[in-house]
């Protein structure tokens, strides 16, 4: 187990990655969330309908401050709304950053964060589908099945701009995918038949979100 400072080092100097580049995340996951949901401000989160989720998002420019104080405050929206990944825009910001704490199918958790994620194309090997139910905070108590493939890797960089590689199986591979897709405009429902779009919707309409919400004007 890391030490305290060892913990805060990697929250405030970015990730521990390994010798092929890919983010360390599965150690001392519980300290540096907490490190970051301490320091974070929980907002609300933006549903369908809201222009900011129908567009891609901007790229992270400007490695400052000011991104590390939006990734703590996705990690502190995050677990207000107990989900297991968060991308900018729904928390209504126009910026490519998503953030995770999510096991996969091993019993593992991962967290973490990324900037400006771009999903690797799967050799056709590699490419297992696995059709699970899927949801999304900003579809709110809606969940339909979704095949995507159950393994995934995603390139981008951390706060400080350097390149990293996130890679998941199972559940883990499913949120790096539905994250990396709400950057570039893309909800999960955006994928369903127009049937079962529908009923997604429908369950949203007939449910009460457990967290806070944007309304839509």
């Known amino acids: 187990m890391a030490s305290q400072q060892e913990t805060d080092q990697q929250v405030n100097e970015g990730p521990v ?12 996951c519980e300290a540096r969330e907490l490190a970051h949901r301490e320091r ?6 933006t549903v369908v309908g809201n222009p900011v989720l129908h ?6 420019t400007e490695f400052d401050d000011a991104l590390a104080s939006l990734i703590d405050d ?11 990944g968060l991308a900018a ?7 490519k950053v998503f ?5 996969d199918d091993d019993g593992n958790r991962h967290t973490g964060y990324i900037c400006n994620p771009v999903l690797e194309e799967l050799p056709s090997e590699l490419r297992v589908l696995d059709d699970s139910n899927e949801g999304c905070l900003s579809v709110p108590t809606a969940y339909a099945e979704l095949a995507r493939p159950d393994y995934a890797v995603v390139r981008g960089q951390d ?5 990293v590689k996130i890679r998941g199986n199972g559940y883990f591979a499913r949120c790096l995918q539905h994250e990396t897709d709400h950057l570039y405009g893309y909800l999960y429902i955006d994928r369903l038949s127009k049937r079962d779009r529908k009923d997604a919707l429908k369950q949203m309409a007939e449910g ?3 967290y806070p919400v944007v309304p839509n004007d």
């Open 17 to 28: 990655v390994d010798d092929e580049g890919y983010v360390v995340d599965t150690e001392d």
């Open 40 to 45: 974070g401000t929980s907002r609300p989160i």
């Open 55 to 60: 567009k891609e998002c901007a790229d992270v």
């Open 74 to 84: 996705m990690f502190a929206s995050q677990r207000t709304a107990e989900g297991v």
């Open 89 to 95: 825009n729904q928390i209504g910001v126009d910026l």
């Open 99 to 103: 953030v995770y704490d999510c096991p």
């Open 159 to 163: 706060r400080f701009g350097n390149p």
């Open 208 to 210: 009460t979100p457990r």
